[in-house]
Structures are given as C-alpha cells and as structure tokens.
C-alpha cells in the first residue's frame, strides 16, 4: 500500500512540473473570460469564493464564450430534442425487431439523462473546455437512488497523461473536500484526526487525490472490481502518521471522459479563448483608456490659481468669486479623439467574435434582406456544421461516445434496459451498437452533404425523366426515400420493414386486379345487354317495315 501511495504522489508531482507553464495562461483566461470561476490554484481555503476579474473592462471575450457554449449546447445536446440514436449493421437494422429495441434504448437513454444532473454538467462542460482547451467530466453510479451523477471539475484540480494513441487514460485529480463529504464517501477508513474534526468543524476542507489509470497485471478471469481495466485509487494526504488509502477500486470504463477542444503541445489543448486572449486582454486595456479619456472628457483637470486653493467650486452650477478676471480656474485641454479608440475597439471585438464562431451561431438573423429558400438555409447551416466539425468530431470521440458506453454498461449491469431481442442473441451476436449524433448541427451537416446528393440528383434528372420516363426504373424509390427519412431522423419505429412493405404491395395489386376484373365483367355484362336490346329493337323495326316479314322489301 505505501508503495502504491509513493507512485502516486510522485507522479502527481511530475503531471504537475508538466502543467505549470499553462497554469498562467489559465489564470488570464479566468480573469478576462470567466470571472464567475474561482482561482486556478486555491491555497488557501480564505480565498474561496474570492472576486476574480476586477481587471477586465470589456466583456466581449465573456459574451462571446457564453454565446459560443449556449450554441453547442443548444445544438448539440439539448434536452428539448432527440439528439442521438442507435444504429447497427445495414442488415440487422433489416429486422423490425432490432430497430424497435434500439429505439427503445434511446427513450430509455432520454429518461436517464433527464432524471440526473448530465444536461446541467454538459452546459458547464461546454464552457469550460473552449476556455481552458480541455474539460473533465466524470461519471458514477448512486446506487442508493439508482440513478448516474454527473461532475465538471475544476481544472485547477485535474493533471492528465495521454496513452501512446494520443487518448487521456490518466487523470489524477488533487481536491479539497469537507469533512462532512469526506465521511460520507469513505466512512470508517478516514484518519482518526478527520474522524475527530467531524464534531468540531464538519467543513472543514481536507486534502485528497483521487488517481484513474489502465490497471496492470491484472487477472482477466476475475471480474471482482480489483481485476478491472482501469484502476481507481482515493487518496487521503497528511493522514496522521503519513497519507492512505481511504478506498481502492475500478472501472470496466474510464469515469472521466476529458474533450480537448484541439490538440497542443501538451495533452491539455488549446481552446477559442487562449487564441483570443491578446484581443481579449488587448480590448479590455483599449476599454480601460476609452474609460478614462471620457472621464477626462468630462471632468478634465483644472488650472487654479494658487490663491485660489480650497475655494473652487467645478461642480454644476457653482460659483467662483475672484477680483482679478484674468485669474480663472479652466480646464486642462487634453485633445483626446474618441472615433480612433473606438474603432480600434471594434476591429478587437469582431477578430473575438471570429475566433469564437459568433457569426456561425448568428448566421441566420444576420441575413435579414430576403427571405430565404429551404436550400439555402440547408446551406447556411450545413456551413456552420462544416466549420465546427473538428471541435465536434473530438467532443464526439473523447467524451459523448465514452459517455454513451459507460450508461449502457451500467443500466446493463443493473438490469434497467429493455430486453435484446433473440435475434441478437443467436444469429447475431458480437455486432457493435454504433451512436449516430442527431443534434441540429450534426443534422445540418447531413442535410448538407447527404440530402444534397438526393436533391440536386432529382432536380438534375427531371427535365430528362419528363423526355423518357422510363430512365426512372433506374432509380431505386424505396432505398432514396428511406434515406432521406434516415437523414431527418424520422422515428425508427414508423419505418415499415421491407417484407411488410412488399405484402401491402401485393395485397394492393391483388385489389386492383379484382377491381379491374369487375369492371371488365360489368363492362361484358353491359355490352350483352347492349346486344340484347339492340336485337329487340331490331325485330320491332322488322316489324315496322312493309315487306320486312316475308324477308322482301
């Protein structure tokens, strides 16, 4: 056990050499971006809940962050849409069975994410990340309440290390935590001197790490949760005589799921808010002169005769007596030109606006000219799509599809998901469930790149089909109007296997045969009466004409 303390100590101590160079940067972007956060670093629990910010004067980097997270959310994730579904294999997602199984899953995911904390953590994730270029977010499972809690962490307290793939698989996190809290999550196997501390301050905060690393040496054929992939290591430091272990675990899946927004020099990334800090910082200094040259403006400086010292009176409406008209109190001239500050002003704040995407996010109230056609706004937003598609395809990787894994296997392990169909289970076993992201900005970029492709292909085919239509029988209707069903995220559940389709379809054509054998026989039965009466009125006609009868006229 000392062992394994001393390992983790020693490389907290060196994620933390590692770490110190960006810890500056992160202050900044605090200070001028988020001011709402605490300290990067809190020494001292007296500085908790200390004002930060009181150096900026300008809150466009803050409005542009804000507006930039609120968009991902509300494009990504939202609670007010379906934003995600599950797909397989082209040929099991033929079984009807299969597809209504997975829709199931997907209600069932919706009603777990609604039921925790996860929409509350993710719009702080959201701001996080594009701030400090990376967020972990970590998951576990309350089994008192049977429910999943999330937590957004601090990155003050978080030290990462990438595996040789480039993947976070190391988190260790150094954090403070009440007694009270402390108690609760590891019980009896706290420090004596923090068992004690419970009845004189209950919060009062303690020092722990908390370590998640690939667990080694490990036996595959136990599946007790000291034989699991990842290992999990709590911490309690300075316990008396030296630090312990309070509680020692793991995890089939790796609880913190960290998105770095793109990739650095170091394994912590680079976000929108470091690459707009010089104007950040840049346009809160130009606010600042702004502030004092109107504050000039409008209580410059006076020249006052020295005999005049303690009797002038600038404020509105004062009076000044002097017997010597040539010695007044005037204003200082300064010749400050507001147009150039404020100009230079703006440049800053629209190149914090680019760097943060705002336009992207705008992009349709910014057209307010015309009204637009449905294409057009197809590409408008497959644009802002294709602009965020590498931010968004790592948030896919490194957090939402770990994410998803970590419920499935939870609500798996507790028995909460609907039934696998048999199918599954004996013909196709082994296929993996794959998560198909169905968000507004993801359904934008599909509606750009795949809808177009059946759009613009019918368009271009028309004139030719009104010439030949029979160049039609080329095109397969069912599979383009699936498609684009599929495309628009229209429910599984509503899509008729092909089978059943093929059966109404013969049921429809054994119809119309009947009903065109009926008319065909009514049509018959009305011509022979045709015939019949025909011939009535011919032998009454013979019967009219003299010399009919004898067969002579």
């Not at 803050?62 to 579904?85: C, E, H, K, T």
């Not at 935590?177 to 019980?187: N, R, T, V």
Request: charged share 25%.
């Amino acid at each position: 056990m000392a062992d394994k303390v001393d390992d983790i100590k020693k490389t907290l101590k060196i994620l933390r050499e590692i770490r110190t160079q960006r810890e500056k940067v992160w202050q900044d972007i605090i200070d001028y971006v988020l001011p709402g956060l605490e300290q990067i670093l809190i020494q001292d629990a007296a500085e908790r809940g200390k004002r930060i910010g009181t150096n900026r004067y300008d809150g466009s980097g803050v409005s542009a962050l804000q507006l930039f997270a609120d968009g991902l959310y509300g494009y990504l994730v939202s609670p007010s849409i379906p934003w995600l579904r599950l797909k397989m294999s082209k040929d099991v997602m033929e079984i009807p069975e299969v597809r209504v199984w997975l829709q199931d899953i997907e209600e069932h995911f919706y009603s777990v994410f609604s039921g925790t904390n996860f929409y509350e953590s993710m719009s702080t994730y959201f701001e996080y990340t594009p701030a400090f270029g990376f967020g972990v977010l970590y998951s576990e499972e309350d089994i008192s309440r049977d429910k999943i809690v999330f937590h957004v962490y601090h990155p003050g307290e978080c030290y990462i290390a990438e595996n040789k793939y480039g993947v976070v698989d190391q988190i260790y996190r150094s954090c403070k935590i009440e007694a009270y809290k402390a108690s609760e999550m590891f019980g009896e196997n706290l420090s004596p001197n923090l068992k004690a501390s419970l009845k004189t301050d209950k919060f009062k905060m303690h020092d722990f790490i908390h370590a998640v690393y690939p667990r080694k040496n490990r036996d595959d054929s136990k599946a007790d949760s000291k034989n699991k992939p990842f290992e999990s290591v709590w911490i309690q430091v300075g316990a008396e005589p030296q630090s312990k272990i309070v509680k020692e675990s793991g995890y089939d899946w790796n609880p913190y799921h960290v998105w770095r927004f793109k990739k650095g020099t170091t394994p912590y990334g680079i976000g929108p808010a470091e690459d707009a800090l010089i104007e950040i910082m840049g346009t809160s200094q130009i606010s600042k002169s702004l502030l004092k040259a109107a504050e000039l403006s409008v209580e410059p400086p006076y020249n006052v005769p020295s005999s005049m010292y303690g009797k002038v009176d600038v404020t509105p409406h004062g009076f000044n007596f002097y017997d010597d008209p040539q010695r007044i109190v005037s204003p200082v001239v300064t010749g400050i030109n507001f147009p150039i500050g404020v100009d230079r002003e703006e440049r800053m704040q629209k190149a914090i606006e680019r760097h943060f995407k705002v336009e992207f996010f705008t992009l349709l109230s910014q057209q307010e000219n015309r009204a637009k056609t449905a294409t057009e706004v197809i590409e408008l937003q497959g644009e802002k799509a294709a602009v965020l598609g590498r931010p968004i395809g790592r948030l896919n990787t490194e957090c939402l599809n770990p994410i998803i894994d970590r419920v499935f296997q939870i609500e798996f392990n507790a028995g909460r998901l609907p039934p696998m169909p048999d199918v599954l289970l004996e013909e196709y076993a082994g296929h993996n469930i794959e998560v198909d992201y169905m968000g507004p900005l993801a359904q934008a970029q599909k509606k750009l790149f795949q809808m177009q492709g059946y759009l613009h292909g019918l368009d271009q085919i028309g004139p030719v089909l009104q010439i030949r239509p029979e160049v039609a029988d080329i095109i397969d209707w069912d599979e383009t109007a699936r498609g684009i069903l599929q495309v628009h995220g229209f429910p599984q559940k509503a899509i008729i296997d092909k089978v059943v389709v093929e059966k109404i379809r013969q049921a429809r054509l054994q119809a119309m045969q009947q009903e065109s054998a009926m008319q065909e026989l009514e049509q018959g039965v009305g011509l022979v009466k045709n015939i019949g009466e025909a011939g009535q009125a011919m032998e009454g006609l013979e019967g009219m004409i003299p010399g009919a009868a004898g067969g002579q006229v």
